[in-house]
C-alpha cells in the first residue's frame, strides 16, 4: 500500500513538474513574441518613414507614370536658383545643399576638437571627483532646447556680431587656440625631452615648452590682430549657426568619445608606463590610437546633431539661398535643407499635389538617406571598436 501510494505521488509531482515546464516555456515564448514586437515596432516605424517619405518625393522626379523627368533632376542637383513659388518653378537645390554642408562643417570645427580635448582630460587629466562634476555640467547641454539656442543666437550672437564682430572674433579664436596649442606645446616638449638622460629631461622639456609657447603666442597675437579688423554686414550668417551648432553637438562628442577613451582599459595605460612613457606620449600614441573607432563614431554622431538641427539653422542663418562668394565665406547668410522643409511645408501644404509639395519631400528624402547612411556607417565604426577592444 504504501508503495503504491508512493508511486502515485511521484507520476503527480512528475506531471506537475512538466505542467510547469510547458508554462514556463509557454512564458518564455509570450515574453520574448511580446519584446520582439515591441522592438520591430522601431523598425516598422522607420520604414513607414521610409516608405511615406519616397511616395512623396517621387512625383517630383516623375510627375507621369514611368516617365522620368530628368530636367527637374539636373536642375535639383546642379542649380543654384530656388524660387519654389514662381510660375513655373526654379527648384535648384545646390545651394541648399551647400549651405547644409557648410554650417555642418563650421560646427565639426568647432565640436570636435574641443569635444576630443574635453573627452581626453575628462579620461586621463582630471580627478576622479572633479571628472564627476565636469561631465554632468557638459551633458547639461544636451537638455537644453535648441529653440533656446535659436532664440540666442538671434538676439544675442547675431546683434553682437554685426556691432562688435572683428572683437568677437579675435576673442573666440584666442579662447580656442590657446588651451590646444598649449596642451601641444606640452605635449611636444615632453615627447623632445624624451630623447635626452632622465636628470635633463624636465629642463629640456620646461626649455622647449617655453619656447614653444612663446612662439605660439606670437602668432597668436598676429592672427587675432587682423581678425580684430574685420566688419560683419549681417550677424545672421553661416558663422553664427556654426558656433551654435558646435556647442550643441559638444555634450554628444564628449561623452561618446570619453566611453571610448575609458574602454581601452587602465591595463594599456599601466603597461605604456611600464615601458617609459610619459602620460602625454601614452594618450597620444596608445590610448586615442586603442580608441579611435569609438572617437570617429563620436565625431558623426555630433555631424548627425548637426545635420538633422532645425530651429537653429532656420532662426539665424539668414535664409538666403545661395552660395556665398568666396565660397568658403562663413560671414554671408545660407539656407539648408532643414529651413527650408520647415519654412516652405506650411505654404505647400495648401497647393498639395504640386511640384512645390513633392520637391520639399524630394529634399527630406536625400536627408533622411544621408541620415540613414550615417548611422550605418556609426554602427559598423562602433561593433569594430567592440571586436578590437575584445568586447564581442
Not at 126 to 138: D, G, M, S, T
Not at 214 to 234: A, D, E, P, Q, R
Not at 302 to 311: P, S
Not at 343 to 362: I, K, N, P, Q
Request: glycine share 8%; hydrophobic share 55%; with cysteine.
Amino acid at each position: 500500500m504504501t508503495a503504491v501510494t508512493a508511486s502515485s505521488s511521484k507520476k503527480q509531482s512528475l506531471m506537475m513538474s512538466r505542467r510547469a515546464g510547458r508554462m514556463q516555456r509557454l512564458g518564455q515564448i509570450l515574453g520574448q513574441s511580446f519584446l520582439f514586437s515591441i522592438t520591430s515596432l522601431s523598425a516598422f516605424a522607420v520604414l513607414f518613414i521610409f516608405f511615406f517619405i519616397t511616395r512623396d518625393a517621387i512625383p517630383f522626379f516623375m510627375p507621369e507614370a514611368g516617365a522620368f523627368n530628368w530636367e527637374n533632376l539636373r536642375q535639383f542637383f546642379s542649380e543654384t536658383a530656388w524660387y519654389p513659388s514662381a510660375r513655373p518653378g526654379q527648384f535648384g537645390a545646390l545651394s541648399l545643399f551647400y549651405g547644409s554642408a557648410m554650417v555642418t562643417l563650421g560646427a565639426i570645427l568647432v565640436a570636435v576638437p574641443l569635444g576630443i580635448s574635453a573627452a581626453v582630460c575628462l579620461s586621463d587629466v582630471l580627478a576622479f571627483n572633479l571628472r564627476q562634476i565636469v561631465k554632468p555640467v557638459i551633458e547639461i547641454l544636451a537638455a537644453i532646447p535648441s529653440v533656446a539656442y535659436g532664440f540666442f543666437a538671434l538676439v544675442v550672437f547675431a546683434p553682437l556680431l554685426q556691432n562688435a564682430g572683428g572683437t568677437v572674433l579675435a576673442f573666440g579664436f584666442w579662447i580656442v587656440a590657446l588651451p590646444i596649442l598649449g596642451i601641444a606645446c606640452i605635449i611636444a616638449g615632453q615627447t623632445f625631452a624624451a630623447r635626452f638622460p632622465e636628470n635633463r629631461r624636465t629642463v629640456a622639456a620646461l626649455t622647449a615648452t617655453a619656447i614653444l609657447g612663446v612662439l605660439s603666442l606670437v602668432l597668436l597675437w598676429l592672427i587675432g590682430g587682423k581678425l580684430s579688423g574685420m566688419s560683419i554686414s549681417s550677424g545672421t550668417n553661416a558663422f553664427n549657426v556654426s558656433i551654435i551648432l558646435g556647442i550643441m553637438a559638444l555634450p554628444t562628442v564628449v561623452s561618446v568619445s570619453e566611453d571610448a577613451l575609458q574602454a581601452v582599459g587602465r591595463e594599456l595605460r599601466e603597461g605604456s608606463y611600464a615601458l617609459g612613457a610619459t602620460r602625454a606620449e601614452t594618450i597620444i600614441k596608445t590610448v586615442m590610437p586603442a580608441a579611435i573607432s569609438g572617437i570617429l563614431a563620436a565625431v558623426i554622431l555630433g555631424v548627425m546633431r548637426a545635420v538633422g538641427e532645425t530651429m537653429v539653422v532656420w532662426m539665424a542663418s539668414g535664409n538666403a539661398a545661395q552660395i556665398p562668394s568666396p565660397f568658403y565665406n562663413f560671414m554671408e547668410p545660407v539656407r539648408t535643407l532643414t529651413a527650408t522643409i520647415a519654412g516652405d511645408m506650411g505654404e505647400a501644404d495648401h497647393v498639395t499635389g504640386s511640384e512645390r509639395y513633392h520637391v520639399l519631400f524630394a529634399l527630406a528624402l536625400c536627408l533622411l538617406a544621408f541620415s540613414f547612411i550615417m548611422n550605418l556607417v556609426s554602427e559598423a565604426i562602433v561593433r569594430r571598436s567592440r571586436k578590437k577592444l575584445g568586447k564581442e
